[in-house]
């Protein structure tokens, strides 16, 4: 029968249909509105009413029957579809098992590894102080008594605990100069890194909490030679022989005389580094050293700013963002 062929030759186009839109094309020209079977059931009304009964009933049955095997088909083909847009965005997870990153230690970190490393080459021990402090290791035993202009300049926080203004986040890395020299005699050859703590908003080269090394010589007939000397050493060590240094004379109350000292930039320019000087008699004699025996020569930079240095940042909030992009560089 004519209808039987059309459902066998329709079910096989329906089989052969590639893609939702060839399904959709074909689904309108059979079943659709103005389909081949849809334009046979109005051809219906001249045949005689029992005929048309029987014929209407065929071509009801053969058109569900032909809807089921759209809807099989669709669902067919919106799985392989489906697949296939899995299959393109499949990520291949096997590199992340096979090689796994490890962290390491932040760029800070290692520029004060790295210092500790050359200060101890050059015979220094590593010495470490508290980061909350008193006024006297802060300031006074250093030379600055409370009405020493210096102290302001040094934008302390203080903590609020006991006298006013009395407990403080040291400002300075110097305090441990202080609390070496009470428990141990002389000759003293020590650095000590730490974090600092100063009321300084962050900027390009400023940041509110960042480190500073300290260094303490205090031996028989040391002079501001022997400070040069230890200077260059060491920067040499650090960045290399391509770099210069230089001492600017400065002031500090806990040194005299006292320098800052710049090295030399890949633009021509000089950057400070931080402060140095002679040990000041005051001091020796506060840490019950006596002067006239002994003499002593002191630093403290900003391992931040040297890292900066070092690293060819230019910006010292780099160090503090922790985006992992940035530090993985290092
Ligand atoms: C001092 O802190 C002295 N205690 C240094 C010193 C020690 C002098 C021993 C003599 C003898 P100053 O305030 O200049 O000095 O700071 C030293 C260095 O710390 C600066 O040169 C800079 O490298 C770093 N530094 C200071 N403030 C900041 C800051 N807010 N952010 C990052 N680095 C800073």
Redesign the pocket.
């Known amino acids: 029968m004519e209808l039987t062929s059309i459902v066998d030759g329709t079910s096989a186009q329906i089989a052969d249909a590639g893609d939702l839109e060839a399904l959709d094309a074909l689904e309108r020209s059979s079943i659709g509105k103005k389909g081949e079977l849809t334009l046979k059931k109005k051809e219906l009304g001249s045949l005689e009413p029992d005929a048309r009964k029987a014929a209407g009933q065929a071509l009801n049955e053969a058109m569900r029957a032909l809807s089921d095997r759209f809807a099989e088909r669709r669902s067919e083909l919106a799985a392989a579809a489906e697949a296939t847009r899995l299959a393109s965005e499949r990520l291949d997870l096997t590199e992340a098992l096979t090689e796994i990153r490890r962290g390491h230690a932040h760029l800070v970190t290692q520029a004060r590894d790295r210092l500790e490393d050359v200060f101890v080459g050059m015979g220094f021990t590593v010495a470490e102080g508290p980061e909350v402090e008193s006024a006297w290791y802060n300031f006074e035993a250093l030379n600055i008594p409370e009405w020493h202009p210096a102290r302001g300049?040094?934008d302390t926080i203080f903590v609020d605990l006991g006298e006013p203004e009395q407990v403080m986040l040291r400002?300075?890395?110097?305090p441990v100069?202080i609390r070496t020299m009470e428990n141990q005699k002389p000759p003293i050859y020590i650095v000590a890194p730490g974090r600092?703590f100063?009321t300084?908003t962050a900027d390009a080269?400023?940041?509110?909490a960042?480190n500073?090394i300290?260094?303490l010589v205090v031996d028989r007939g040391i002079g501001l030679g022997d400070l040069a000397g230890t200077i260059e050493s060491f920067v040499h060590a650090f960045f290399g022989h391509e770099v210069k240094t230089r001492l600017r004379p400065s002031y500090?109350p806990?040194?005299e005389p006292?320098a800052?000292f710049d090295i030399s930039t890949a633009d021509g320019g000089w950057l400070?580094?931080?402060?140095?000087?002679v040990v000041h008699p005051n001091v020796l004699a506060n840490c019950g050293i006596d002067p006239e025996e002994w003499q002593g020569f002191?630093?403290?930079?900003?391992i931040?700013?040297l890292a900066v240095m070092r690293y060819q940042l230019d910006d010292?909030r780099e160090l503090v963002n922790n985006d992992v992009r940035f530090l993985r560089q290092f």
């Open positions: 300049s040094f400002s300075h890395t110097s100069q600092t100063r300084d080269t400023h940041l509110p960042f500073q300290e260094g500090f806990f040194t006292s800052e400070e580094l931080g402060g140095c000087g002191a630093f403290g930079f900003g931040d700013r010292i």
